[in-house]
């Protein structure tokens, strides 16, 4: 059974460079047919998708977010990451990775999410 | 503001059937899947719905999705205290080549 778990700062300072990582077991990120992605959630707010990458390195992004997001993997680790540089205030969320597959939309494997805060 | 549309609202007691709408256009619902997730804060979301009407295994049947045009639906049946959630539309759009959520529905059970 495939299982995921965020782990990075709580705690990130206003323009600075949110990072934040998760670990999958029980499983490969080297699979054919899954995207390995984010969403967030800030407080009082709806969910966001921030973005994907696909098995091949192929990434995709939220447009309004597109020039701050950068998601990578290390397939080595079994592990891929978020960074999101020029943080501000509205960038404090709960943080969740999530697996898709066969298509970016079909989210069926979640972290349990991680709280991000941006402060001053 | 969301691209797609739903209710910020929806209520119904136990038994009864609810639907929650979605409403998108041309370059997200009509041309690509939608995709329904349940969503309780604090915890992850949960998918629900995808490919417009199909159910992941362990979904009560409870739970059904469709779509029409540039809308979508889902309905829940013999609603259950354990339903009061959150409930959100998902699916890629075309235009802005990403996935978009709804702005999201909380669904109250009186």
């Known amino acids: 059974q495939v299982q995921l778990q965020e782990s990075g700062p709580g705690l990130v300072k206003s323009s600075e460079t949110l990072s934040l990582t998760c670990t999958v077991s029980?499983?490969?990120?080297?699979?054919?047919?899954?995207?390995w992605g984010w969403i967030r959630q800030p407080p009082g707010k709806g969910l966001e998708w921030i973005g994907a990458i696909y098995y091949g390195g192929t990434t995709y992004y939220n447009p309004s977010l597109k020039s701050r997001v950068t998601i990578s993997k290390d397939t080595s680790k079994n592990q891929f990451s978020l960074n999101l540089n020029s943080v501000t205030a509205a960038d404090t969320a709960v943080y969740y990775c999530?697996?898709?597959?066969?298509?970016?939309?079909?989210?069926?494997?979640w972290g349990q999410g991680t709280t991000v805060t941006v402060s001053s | 503001q969301s691209v797609l549309t739903q209710p910020p609202s929806a209520s119904g007691t136990p038994g009864q059937r609810v639907t929650i709408s979605c409403s998108g256009s041309s370059s997200n619902i009509e041309s690509n899947y939608v995709y329904w997730y349940q969503h309780l804060p604090g915890t992850a979301p949960k998918l629900l719905i995808y490919?417009?009407?199909q159910r992941p295994s362990g979904v009560p049947d409870r739970f059904s999705g469709s779509k029409s045009g540039t809308s979508a639906s889902l309905a829940i049946s013999g609603l259950r205290s354990e339903d009061e959630a959150d409930y959100y539309c998902a699916g890629w759009d075309d235009s802005l080549s990403g996935v978009i959520f709804g702005g999201g529905t909380k669904l109250t059970v009186l």
């Open positions: 490919s417009n009407d």
């Open positions: 029980g499983g490969s990120i080297s699979s054919t047919i899954y995207y």
């Open positions: 999530g697996r898709s597959g066969p298509t970016i939309g079909y989210m069926d494997v």
